[in-house]
């Protein structure tokens, strides 16, 4: 199952997402009233999270209505569909308590830059945060920053959006905790330095790359969620993305150092998830940094994640 935000006739709403429609939930349970026989118990919300696993509460009844809806005519689905160019796509949690993120989780990557990626075992991951003013809205335009212009880089990454307070768990039971999963764009400004006449410190070039990240409309997500019911396993997906039609990074998510369960464990084993976090998982080769090639005004970016679906944003 996958379900979007979304913003039409001046009400947000929750959807089925099919790519390039959407069918809102509430429409659906009227139209499949008969077939679905509970329309009057469906939950009147916006929050994304009431209709995913693991402790939606709406959960069970957005199944049984995507499948009631599958039983409908091609025309009566026709009916219920609106055009996604028709809406306005919102990130799936407009305000997540934590937002993070992972550094260097993709060995080609690591290698890409210069440096030696460790084995798993050697290492551990490298966690770092962003603030919520970074969110952009699927089809809402990244923004160049006055202050740091000239090195804006690109990261697809899968996202990972938890459902349930997560604390101490094992890898094993890791996954059980995931509401569904999303795409990531970790824009990133690779040349950032604050105050250029400044004394150097030690740990200057740390926090160059750090506030590098932090610049407002830093971090698009979208365009759905695809729940974690519907995919045993997040290892097994294609990520892609492309500026202006070139494709800039193509590769598998179960190339990543540290998979999803590991994730979650090793930052559970010291910080408490909870419902609507948001973890982006790292980015594989092929960035902007490597070349020396950095986006513009005018650009498309195109992050694209295969059963999840294509987050595309403009870049002004």
Partial sequence: MRIARFEHDNSVRIGFFEDSRMIALADAAAACAGDFGRSERLRKSADMLDFLPPDGPAWSQAIALGEAVSRLKVS????????????RLLVPIPRPNAIYLLAGNYAAHIE??????AARQETFPYVFMKPPTTLTHPGSPVRIPAISPHSIDWECELGVIIGRNCKGVTEQEALTYVAGYTVVNDISDRKFRPNPERVKRDNDQFFDWLHGKWHD????????????DSLSDPQTLTLELRVNGQVKQHASSGQMIFPVAALIAFISSFVTLEPGDIISTGTPSGVGAATGTFLKSGDVLEAEISGIGLLRNPVV
């Fill in 76 to 87: 009566e689905r026709e009916k219920l569909a609106v055009h996604t160019d028709h809406v």
């Fill in 112 to 117: 890409e830059g210069g440096k030696k990626a």
């Fill in 217 to 228: 409309t830093f971090c698009p997500i979208g365009p759905c969620v695809r729940s974690a």
